[in-house]
């Protein structure tokens, strides 16, 4: 028997964090859960913003039962405060799949685009096609965080071999 596996993808930002729940059954069974953003207050103070995310990643583990988490990789950039406010971002994510004990395992944007598109370059509007082939939705997830999200966790699932079996 092929057990079915949750992953809960994660696209953090610090103005819109992404999220995708996905279900994968074998090597090529892969269906669509949830999806959306974690509700953060654009006018709230950036540390409000971070308890958001780390409250409402919380709130994802606890209604989804995730098996296992992917988060985005950092990425560099040439704004300094946007990079930092990005890994804080990153991190209070990352603290509250650590607090959950699921395994967490992480990928570069690029790896994200090469394992979906076979081009690491490629635009954030070639993924999500790219997601709503591979998961066979009826719409395009907007916005781009969401299907950014459901990505990185479709990458995961075609990284791990282990859920062939």
């Known amino acids: 028997?092929?057990?079915?596996?949750?992953?809960?993808?994660?696209?953090p930002g610090s103005r819109t964090t992404g999220f995708g729940v996905i279900a994968c059954q074998g090597k090529d069974?892969?269906?669509h859960i949830a999806s959306g953003t974690v509700s953060l207050s654009p006018g709230a103070p950036f540390f409000e913003r971070l308890k958001a995310i780390y409250r409402g990643t919380v709130s994802l583990i606890e209604t989804y039962s995730p098996d296992q988490v992917a988060v985005e990789d950092v990425f560099y950039s040439h704004n300094v405060k946007s990079a930092l406010q990005l890994g804080q971002a990153r991190g209070a994510a990352l603290v509250a799949a650590l607090?959950?004990?699921?395994?967490?395992?992480?990928?570069a944007a690029r790896e994200v685009k090469?394992?979906?598109t076979g081009n690491g370059s490629a635009s954030k509007e070639q993924v999500r096609h790219m997601v709503v082939?591979?998961?066979?939705?009826?719409?395009?997830?907007?916005?781009l965080d969401v299907s950014d999200?459901?990505?990185?966790?479709?990458c995961h699932a075609?990284?791990?071999k282990s859920w062939a079996e």
């Open 133 to 143: 082939q591979i998961l066979g939705l009826h719409s395009m997830p907007e916005p």
């Open 149 to 154: 999200a459901l990505a990185i966790a479709l």
């Open 1 to 11: 028997m092929i057990r079915v596996n949750v992953v809960l993808g994660i696209d």
């Open 99 to 107: 607090n959950s004990d699921r395994p967490i395992h992480t990928y």
């Open 158 to 160: 075609l990284r791990s």
């Open 114 to 116: 090469q394992a979906l």
């Open 29 to 31: 069974g892969w269906s």
